[in-house]
């Protein structure tokens, strides 16, 4: 099957160009700490030792609160960090899944932070295996408001889905345009479930939680149950509408989610090569977006969106661009701060990208984390079983952006918690580039209206800018 994904590759990109910058050179693997001159490493935490003991990372935007979220994946863990000196960042909370070693699956995977009133609250996603405790756990929601305290950190809810065994994989935290914080989660069905996170928190019945549904109409049946892999959610400022970009294994699709509980379907992205497909980011306007697909030898695909977001086409098929680190690698998650992106790159590390010119991507910087010979980095299982320590799938996993300073922060799964800083980003708001103020940070005070200058039509070429 892996052939088979690489010849759909190779016809794929036959005709597009190689968007790697030529003036930076490819990495020496025996380097186990090698940047670029515009990357500068602030400080390093290596969590738990071994491999596959870290999964995604979250890292909170108020200036007044310095706090990574650390998600433990195979310790069944969330490990919080107080940032405040990066340089040295201190743990200043720990909690595992009770009974660990009673369980077994991914463990904690993906973690997100939000905000409702004046509380603020991390919700920690699971995934456990059947014949384990809890395969119908999904996640473990937090109150942290009084970090640093770690004695005012408290379980205040967790969220099952018994219909479906085997917990989310991935979720996302969403300050929908009618003023309620949703949490959208994937399951191991052909759908994203979407949750009402002030009935979570505020001791509803549970039966009132879920609020919406979002079918996949692009599944990979060959994986799973047919369900989303990732997703990204975000207010279109031209359509006014709330919209869920959905990595859907078999392709994309992007819904209308304006009303949670009736989803409309507004277009796909379905052709050669879109098997796994993994990633889903748009630009803050909606007229670009970066995908990926988790097989080796591919690299990010860059794509137009606006006949879709028109309305002039029901399926995009052909990109405009694709950019890779390395032609034997495969890239896995990316967060877009426009023009940038910033990518967790499995053995390639950080590395950050530029679409100033969406056709040409030109990378900015790297900096190499996975401490790994080539070729024991690039994977997206663990061949050797959920508990393995020789699992050769090594490398940077999760990747996040602090919009008020430009503070990076990057996962590795082997080698833990890493903070970074890029010569010329600074911090980002989407109204210094001429786009929305939009990006996976979420304004939880006022909503998305208020990260928009302005609603215009999307233009002839799909940009909904705010000049």
């Not at 759909?8 to 930076?24: K, W």
């Not at 509803?204 to 060959?222: F, H, I, K």
């Not at 900096?367 to 799938?393: A, L």
């Amino acid at each position: 099957m892996r052939r088979s994904f690489i010849i759909a590759a190779v016809f794929a990109f036959a005709s597009i160009a190689r968007a790697q910058d030529p003036g930076v050179a490819l990495k020496s693997f025996d380097q186990k700490h090698a940047g670029s001159e515009k990357m500068h490493m602030l400080g390093h935490v290596v969590g738990h030792p071994g491999a596959w003991k870290a999964a995604d990372v979250e890292l909170e935007q108020d200036r007044d609160r310095p706090y990574v979220y650390l998600c433990g994946f195979v310790n069944f863990d969330v490990q919080i960090y107080d940032i405040r000196n990066t340089a040295a960042p201190k743990k200043v909370y720990e909690w595992t899944i009770e009974n660990p070693e009673l369980h077994r699956g991914i463990g904690a995977m993906d973690g997100k932070y939000f905000k409702i009133g004046n509380k603020y609250y991390y919700a920690q996603s699971y995934q456990f295996m059947q014949g384990s405790p809890d395969t119908d756990l999904g996640a473990v929601i937090f109150d942290v408001t009084g970090l640093p305290d770690a004695s005012k950190v408290k379980v205040v809810a967790r969220i099952r889905y018994p219909q479906s065994p085997g917990g989310f994989h991935n979720t996302f935290a969403y300050k929908h345009s009618d003023g309620r914080v949703l949490y959208f989660a994937t399951i191991n069905q052909s759908k994203a479930l979407i949750y009402d996170l002030s009935k979570v928190v505020s001791g509803a019945p549970d039966s009132s939680w879920l609020v919406g549904e979002v079918p996949n109409p692009t599944p990979y049946r060959q994986i799973g149950g047919g369900g989303y892999h990732d997703f990204y959610v975000g207010y279109d400022p031209a359509t006014r509408q709330d919209k869920f970009y959905g990595a859907g294994l078999g392709g994309y699709s992007v819904w209308d989610v304006t009303h949670p509980a009736t989803p409309k379907q507004l277009f796909t992205i379905t052709s050669l090569g879109m098997d796994i497909a993994h990633t889903f980011t748009p630009s803050p306007d909606g007229h670009y977006a970066v995908t990926e697909t988790e097989y080796q030898y591919t690299p990010l695909r860059i794509w137009d969106l606006s006949a879709g977001q028109e309305g002039k086409t029901q399926n995009i098929d052909l990109p405009i661009s694709a950019w890779t680190a390395d032609w034997r690698d495969l890239s896995h998650n990316h967060e877009v701060r426009w023009p940038y992106v910033f990518v967790s790159a499995y053995e390639d590390g950080l590395q950050v990208f530029n679409l100033k010119d969406p056709k040409n991507p030109k990378t900015e910087g790297y900096w190499y984390t996975c401490e790994c010979e080539h070729g024991h980095g690039f994977g997206g299982t663990p061949d050797n079983g959920w508990q393995s320590t020789t699992s050769v799938e090594q490398g940077a996993f999760g990747v996040d952006v602090r919009n008020y300073d430009g503070l990076i922060v990057l996962s590795d799964m082997r080698s833990g918690l890493w903070l970074f800083k890029l010569d010329g980003f600074n911090g980002w708001n989407g109204h210094d580039v001429g786009m929305p103020n939009i990006s996976s940070v979420q304004d939880y005070d006022h909503g998305p209206d208020k990260m928009v200058k302005a609603v215009v039509p999307h233009d002839a070429h799909g940009g909904s800018l705010s000049r």
